[in-house]
């Protein structure tokens, strides 16, 4: 079997991908609402929040954009934290639906510091939210959320979190940190196919919808939570198959309890990046905001990553990620979230010991 080690999809456990392949039922009948109330309650527990919690029909970015268009008006004041590609797209999104966005870029490969926030917020009062990429997929690095959280909190702004690549395998206690409007994707920890989006939504994030003037039909917090409520339903046709699927690894997941999956992962991210060093080769990130989902690796002594990732993906049946936007051709990456364990790592370094010299690395020895 292919050894996927992209940062999503992720490969998915048989009992998730029996789940996919049920015959069809009644999205408006008795059975799927009843899977819709305990996907949402399960999701509740894993998140830690009391806060509403919604299932959109989409990727990780239509959520994104969902919550953009549920939070802000034309005009808005919005600070983005950047610390890469997922943290642009996310002003992107915000600057095409007509926000003012003031974006707060930091070097690639290194976390957000918390005092350039806090300077921000100081010079412009009228800030009405911060948005912050909790794992930055594309460089591998893991933003201290929490102090970011803290940092915050006495401005008391709409706190928008991009957490599609982190909560579910690296700790966010959604309450605990303030977090009004948490976004995430199926397809990254939860260990299903690509389809769903997930919300969280607090009080704040419900003020700020109230307020919201950009248009917005599908993407409707507001009919989500009518439809929840109705019984467990979404207001249109959703990925039905991807729900029974989340609803398993759901299961999965709660069985092997949060706090042991964020520790797996921690023991992973670690493995990898120690099996990576003593190669000889270079992480892409800050080691101190290294992240235990995905390891990003720099192209260093004469490693061509893209020459890497064929060789990785021709003989040795593993698939690795490559860098995107300006990383591109500069970087390689292993992702390590959602089903996974040493084995499958051990495989990646394993392979990576041949591999790495036919891919032109005269490093390490
Ligand atoms: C994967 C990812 C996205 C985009 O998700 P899609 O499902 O591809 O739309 C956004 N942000 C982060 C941090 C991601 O890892």
Redesign the pocket.
């Known amino acids: 079997m292919t050894n996927l080690r992209i940062?999503?999809p992720t490969p998915c456990p048989p009992e998730v991908l029996a789940a996919m392949g049920r015959q069809m039922i009644n999205h408006r009948g008795g059975e799927f609402q009843k899977t819709v109330l305990s996907v949402t309650d399960k999701l509740k527990k894993l998140f830690l929040t009391q806060n509403d919690v919604f299932l959109l029909t989409s990727?990780?970015?239509?959520g994104?954009e969902a919550a953009i268009v549920n939070s802000f008006s034309p005009g808005d004041k919005v600070l983005a934290v950047s610390i890469g590609v997922?943290g642009d797209?996310l002003a992107n999104i915000a600057k095409t639906f007509g926000a003012d966005v003031t974006t707060l870029k930091f070097e690639w490969g290194k976390a957000a510091n918390t005092s350039a926030i806090k300077t921000a917020l100081d010079k412009d009062p009228s800030i009405k939210a911060v948005m912050v990429?909790h794992?930055?997929?594309s460089t591998g690095v893991t933003n201290d959320l929490k102090a970011i959280s803290e940092t915050i909190k006495p401005y008391d702004k709409l706190f928008v979190v991009?957490a599609?690549?982190s909560i579910g395998s690296i700790a966010l206690p959604v309450d605990e940190w303030g977090v009004d409007v948490m976004i995430t994707?199926a397809?990254?920890s939860w260990m299903v196919p690509?389809g769903i989006a997930m919300v969280a939504l607090s009080e704040k994030a419900w003020k700020a919808n109230a307020a919201a003037k950009i248009p917005r039909f599908y993407w409707d917090f507001a009919k989500s939570k009518k439809y929840l409520a109705n019984g467990g339903q979404t207001p249109w046709t959703p990925a039905v198959s991807v729900i029974l699927a989340l609803d398993v690894s759901l299961n999965m997941m709660l069985n092997e309890g949060l706090d042991n999956i964020i520790a797996r992962h921690i023991k992973l991210g670690k493995m990898t990046r120690e099996g990576i060093k003593s190669f000889g080769l270079k992480l892409f990130a800050d080691e101190a905001y290294a992240s235990n989902t995905v390891t990003a690796v720099l192209g260093s002594d004469g490693l061509d990553p893209k020459t890497l990732n064929k060789i990785m993906r021709e003989e040795y049946d593993i698939v690795l990620s490559g860098g995107q936007m300006d990383l591109d051709g500069k970087i390689f990456r292993i992702g390590h979230l959602g089903w996974v364990n040493e084995k499958d790592i051990e495989a990646v370094l394993g392979a990576l010991k041949y591999a790495l010299p036919k891919a032109g690395f005269t490093g390490g020895k």
């Open positions: 940062p999503g990727s990780g970015t239509g994104l997922f797209r990429t794992n930055e997929t991009d599609i690549s994707g397809q990254k690509p």
